[in-house]
Nanobody, 118 residues
Framework: QVRLAESGGRLVQIGGSLRLSCEASVRTFSNYAMAWFRQAPGKERDHVASISWSGAGTHYIDSVKGRFTITRDNAKNTVLLQMNSLKPDDTAVYYC???????????WGQGTQVTVSS
């Protein structure tokens, strides 16, 4: 029913920038709140940023505030994560997440690797 595909992850220098993309294959993209999660080796998958159906509401964890920006384009069925001033602790597999309004299921992409050099 819902398929998500992340792209854009790569090796980047400390202090550098990177933009991750997530394309959603859904009937009505605006029915879903979207989010980015990340998982470092040996650690749990943690929430990073989320965005409401219209893009008007966003939330970030404290460690990325001022550095990361989540946006969405409902006409293109995409959600983006602009990452600036990258740190080694940002190294992780980044996952796109979708949750339908009025629903209870979470949908996940396969992830894209971000590695920040030290």
């Amino acid at each position: 029913q819902v398929r998500l595909a992340e792209s854009g992850g790569r090796l980047v220098q400390i202090g550098g920038s990177l933009r991750l993309s997530c394309e959603a294959s859904v009937r009505t993209f605006s029915n879903y709140a979207m989010a980015w999660f990340r998982q470092a080796p040996g650690k749990e998958r943690d929430h990073v940023a989320s965005i409401s159906w219209s893009g008007a509401g966003t939330h970030y964890i404290d460690s990325v505030k001022g550095r990361f920006t989540i946006t969405r384009d409902n006409a293109k069925n995409t959600v983006l994560l602009q990452m600036n001033s990258l740190k080694p602790d940002d190294t992780a597999v980044y996952y796109c997440n979708a949750r339908r309004y009025g629903g209870s299921n979470n949908y996940w992409g396969q992830g894209t690797q971000v590695t920040v050099s030290s």
